[in-house]
């Protein structure tokens, strides 16, 4: 049987709600940052343990009473209003049943009991796994639970989106304790501050793991403290430390003690529970969380091995395809030939109209690497990537798109995967005569470009290019005299189109599509073109546009301003 993998599911949403950005909001301005996080890590440990054998455990009570009547300071610093009793702040509660939902709906158990914490749900199911149990946690006080007993390991997050995996076997060379019982006398030695656990004052943690080395055990190092003894590490200031603070060390002992027999209610040989595709669609509705939602149902599908997790190409309505899916042959990106954009030769407008959009690390195109895209046909036919740029994302890109580089590295594609992709994408919509809309796209596809001479030099991608329409230029040219900036939030504003996720690749693209259908209404002249004429229409507007802003700079003093006119691309 597949392993078990069992989620501290608080200190999960906790860690994604601190670190991912709370400007990513659903249809009622309430951030998702939380619940984008939580539901990207599941589907990263589905996959790396190709498992769907997943539990959300969680704190029915995160000061049970039990515990708190044994050291009344346990967590006490962390209340946040003193008459719930909750440390949760509101942004982050709201957040949780949406969660719960979508957890619920795909399958995966939620375990929580009154009266205890999501440790004590952890420590009684890895007692009772009859199969390798994997702990998903940051924190390291479940490194208690490693013993030779039992098959159970405990996964760490670390830095740069890695993940660490410490065993049992692995202790003594990593804390220099030999199991979870003398791990969990070295954390109370050493305490802990946000748990309101004092600890030893003077004692870190190098010092309590050559303690429990030289004397083997929490009470041995009492006893040698008590009988004067002088060697391996117990100086007489230590040995007096120890002696005043014994009984607070057995009660943290005590507090920190895991249940291990609570009744959680669930057969774990039955796990996973039923997926139900259509209430895991209601409960992403308007949560602005479809990216994080399509990207575990494709984990899911895959390692359970039913039919539906789409392809980028073949994504079904109302699903995101992430590139880290199946991959998608670019064979027709890699022909030589350069099939004719004209379609049908009726009017642009006619034609499939498919939103397209990048996020990326910088604002200069030769320099700046993909780190998601989007190609839209509307609100419900969506295909999303998401890359691993090979670089570090600046933290002014992070505060734009909200994409940290972990979090790319984790969940991203190789970005030579992506930009094939991209780029069989790119043919195909030309092949079929279809127009691709983007706001500004001048930078996106030069971005694309480098790109594919960084990481696919065999693809000519000038000749796979569609017919493009640019809103940022055709609406410039209809309304030139407008007050005001034209950035895509300002222009969706001037033509009435809903931008709820600005800077999420797929939401830009589907706003650059919306502008696109209404300046076709504006403008029936323009609407009426061909894809030909509409192509070389806006390279010669980009071109007039660029000289009458070069020409205002210099008029403003900048007299070496050069603005570059080229189009599609720079």
Known sequence: MKPLVLLDTPALYYRAFYSVPDSIVNADG????AVRGVLDTIAQMVRRFDTDRVIATMDADWRPAFRTAIMPEYKAARVKDEEAGTEIPPELAVQLPIMNRVLTAAGIPIAEVDGTEADDVIATMAAQSRTPVVIVSPDRDLLA?????ADVSVLRPRKGGEWEAVAQTDLPTAYGVPDGTRYRELAALRGDPSDGLPGAPGIGEKTAATLLENFGSLESIVKAAKAGVKTGGLSPKRAATIIEVEETLYTTLEVMRC????????????VPNSFDRTAVESAAEGQNIRRSVDNLTSALESVSGSAGAASARTAAPGRTATASASPVSAESAESSESPARNGSGGPWAQSRLVGFDLETTGVEPATARIVTAAFVDSADQ?????ADPGIEIPESARAVHGITTEFAQANGAAAAQVISELCAEFAALREEGAVVVGHNVVYDLSVMAAEVARHRPDIDFPAIIPTIVDTFVVDKHIDPYRKGKRTLIETAKTYRVELLDAHDAAADALAALDISRALSEKSTEISAMSNDEIMAAQADWKRSQAAGLQAWLRKKGNAEAVVDGSWPMS
């Open 30 to 33: 309430d951030p998702v940052n």
């Open 145 to 149: 639970l490693l013993d030779s007993s």
């Open 259 to 270: 249940l291990t027999d609570v009744d959680h209610g669930i057969d774990l040989d039955t």
């Open 382 to 386: 969506v295909r999303t990537w998401l």
